[in-house]
């Protein structure tokens, strides 16, 4: 069993690779091969929304674990593709797109109320920060109460940003896919909002993420006293120190 575990590489965040599969390179596909001098609307449509879904199986497979996001991801593109290949009013595109992030968001919302919200699993969690020593400090200044009053905040925060992708993707898909499902105008469309839905959601979502981060990282060192460098986790900041 050991070895089993041992032999499952590391995931490493790899952005530009996730931008280039994810999003650059189905938008220019079905942007540009759409025609009926190239690919088609439905081969099209199969080749582009093929990199973002075989990238999300990949990682689920290799790295094996059970990402509710990357499942989401997942599921969220192959109704993509089955919205376009049944040739299914349009508008259901734009309701997708709005309910992935939302379903996000109301399971953050969720969390808050079990032994494990998310931003705790996500940001407050042993492999970003050192929360046994972390939450010893709390204890010995009296404030455990108040940094939990303020981890909810970051949760309600956190759900906030999903409202946000929402609210952004349910616009920018009405506003972009107008033409009806299955035709090459519908794919160039898709294409187009895919592209555009980097910088206008995906963008200020990462900087409403590193706000509620820095939100957090403040509350700690307020109620710690302690620095970053003090309390991040060793196999997060062994690397830097061993540099200085």
């Known amino acids: 069993m050991t070895e089993q575990t041992s032999s499952i590489p590391d995931h490493k965040p790899r952005p530009w690779v996730d931008l280039l599969v994810s999003i650059v390179i189905p938008s220019l596909i079905l942007m540009k091969l ?137 616009i920018l898909a009405r506003w972009i896919v107008t033409s009806p499902s299955g035709t090459q105008a519908f794919n160039e469309e898709l294409g187009r909002m895919t592209l555009v839905s980097y910088p206008m959601i995906a963008i200020p979502s990462m900087v409403m993420m590193i706000a509620i981060f820095f939100y957090l990282w403040r509350s700690i060192r307020r109620l710690t006293g302690h620095t970053l460098e003090e309390v991040i986790a060793p196999g997060a900041g062994g690397q830097g120190k061993g540099n200085s």
């Open 34 to 170: 759409s025609g009926d001098n190239y690919l088609g609307s439905t081969w099209a449509l199969l080749i582009g929304l093929a990199f973002p879904l075989g990238w999300g199986l990949f990682e689920l497979i290799r790295y094996r674990k059970k990402n509710f996001i990357a499942v989401l991801g997942v599921i969220s593109v192959g109704l993509t593709g089955g919205i376009g290949l049944m040739e299914i009013d349009a508008r259901w595109l734009a309701i997708k797109e709005a309910a992935v992030p939302l379903v996000i968001g109301l399971a953050v919302l969720i969390s808050t109320r079990t032994k494990y919200p998310l931003v705790r699993t996500l940001l407050y969690n042993p492999a970003v920060l050192d929360v046994h020593k972390i939450q010893q400090s709390l204890k010995e200044r009296n404030c455990e109460d108040e940094f939990e009053s303020r981890l909810m905040k970051a949760s309600y925060f956190f759900a906030g940003t999903f409202l946000f992708s929402a609210i952004m993707n349910y």
